[in-house]
């Protein structure tokens, strides 16, 4: 299974020490040029690690892969440009991302994308963890992640915990 990430749900999950469900679900992790460089700056030392896992892999997109991305309008950043090409390329089977942007414009390029509270369901069907309510609480005090309460209640239902 093929599964590009942009840095920031990888960050993320490095943060609160839960990139292994990366590996423990998908095996490998491609990122772009770009997500490598934002992961190698990074202040914290946690998120600088993510390179040395020997299961995250770099690969640059291709420049006609960039160009199907950079739609007029769209605005998006490098980092997110970058990683939905690089899933067009490698006709990844998923794309972790978590901007609503970016997600919709990679929908629209019938990309299939996951977030990283999809991930966390999916650790949780598969018994990696035992609490979405927990990790997302996590992210949010310790990573700095936003979710609105909405979106938080809507997880926990889904994830039968309410």
């Known amino acids: 299974m093929i599964l590009v990430s942009d840095a920031s749900s990888l960050s993320s999950l490095a943060l609160i020490d839960y990139l292994w469900l990366l590996e423990s679900i998908y095996g490998t992790v491609i990122i772009s040029e770009v997500a490598a460089s934002d992961l190698a700056t990074a202040k914290n030392a946690r998120v600088q690690a993510v390179l040395s896992s020997g299961w995250v892999h770099v690969q640059a997109p291709t420049e006609l892969a960039i160009a199907e991305v950079m739609q007029p309008g769209k605005q998006l950043d490098l980092g997110e ?3 939905i090409a690089l899933a067009l390329q490698l006709k990844a089977d ?3 991302m978590n901007e609503r942007r970016s997600r ?8 299939s994308v996951i977030g990283i509270f999809g991930v966390i369901i999916l650790a949780k069907k598969r018994a990696l963890i035992p609490s979405v309510r927990r990790l997302m609480d996590t992210l949010v005090e310790q990573a700095g992640f936003r979710i609105s309460h909405r979106l938080y209640q809507k997880i926990l239902r889904f994830a039968d915990e309410i």
């Open 81 to 83: 440009t970058h990683a």
């Open 94 to 96: 998923e794309l972790l």
């Open 104 to 111: 919709q414009v990679a929908q629209e390029l019938e990309l």
